[in-house]
């Protein structure tokens, strides 16, 4: 029985981290309270008035503890409202990676499934490049998934200020790469970087500064330090 996630999920779940989390917060922030309805064939999600255009992701099944992707799930196969969450399989199978490939994940053997299932949840939302998901009750044992795919949902923009917060908040969510959280930061922003021995990673922001992120012996974040461009 499984127990825990292979490394190459465990490090693609970690690219996403840092960006994840703070795309998380700016996805919570805009969605309206109240309830919620869908109509799948159309692709759209309405919550308190609010209408998007979503996919779904993928279900949770408390009873058997287990996930199932969208693109697995034989009602949805082959539909337009999966169509998003297939190029998380074709990703699986380009580097392999079983957790995104195998159409039911057996989290049974987990510590803690739900938390296990919004990892899934977490790293498909990355996979897709999707600004955050939505999970909610579908019935008493089902937890469905969905991941926005409209540009009304705002998408989070680095903050120079908040960078360490959202660095080391992403470092500590999954805890098995810190360097992969940095790198993935950095490439979902797109920043020209430097590496400058082992433990240190010096990165351009938009405007001329720099932020340097140093790692200790074990690999973790040391620190984060930003230098503001001079005014000559």
């Not at 700016?26 to 309270?33: E, H, R, S, T, V």
């Not at 169509?83 to 995104?100: F, K, N």
């Amino acid at each position: 029985m499984v127990s825990s996630f292979s490394d190459a999920f465990l490090s693609e779940a970690e690219r996403h981290a840092a960006w994840g989390a703070a795309q998380l917060e700016a996805l919570m922030a805009f969605l309206p309270d109240g309830d919620w309805t869908a109509d799948l064939p159309a692709c759209r999600y309405r919550q308190g008035g609010l209408d998007l255009r979503v996919a779904v992701l993928g279900t949770y099944d408390m009873d058997e503890r287990s996930w199932m992707w969208g693109w697995a799930n034989p009602g949805l196969r082959g539909t337009e409202v999966v169509a998003l969450t297939a190029a998380v399989e074709r990703y699986g199978r380009a580097h392999g990676i079983a957790e995104l490939t195998d159409g039911i994940v057996d989290l049974s053997g987990f510590d803690d499934p739900r938390r296990a299932a919004e990892t899934l949840a977490f790293t498909g939302m990355g996979v897709a490049e999707a600004p955050g998901y939505i999970g909610v009750p579908a019935g008493p044992a089902t937890q469905v998934y969905f991941l926005p795919d409209d540009p009304q949902v705002p998408r989070a923009a680095l903050d120079p200020v908040s960078l360490p917060r959202t660095l080391l908040t992403g470092a500590g969510l999954i805890g098995h790469s810190p360097r992969q959280v940095v790198d993935g930061y950095l490439d979902h922003h797109q920043l020209p970087r430097r590496t400058e021995g082992d433990d240190r990673i010096v990165a351009e922001l938009p405007g001329g500064s720099t932020v340097e992120i140093a790692f200790d012996p074990l690999g973790r974040i040391a620190g984060v330090q930003l230098t503001a461009l001079s005014q000559g």
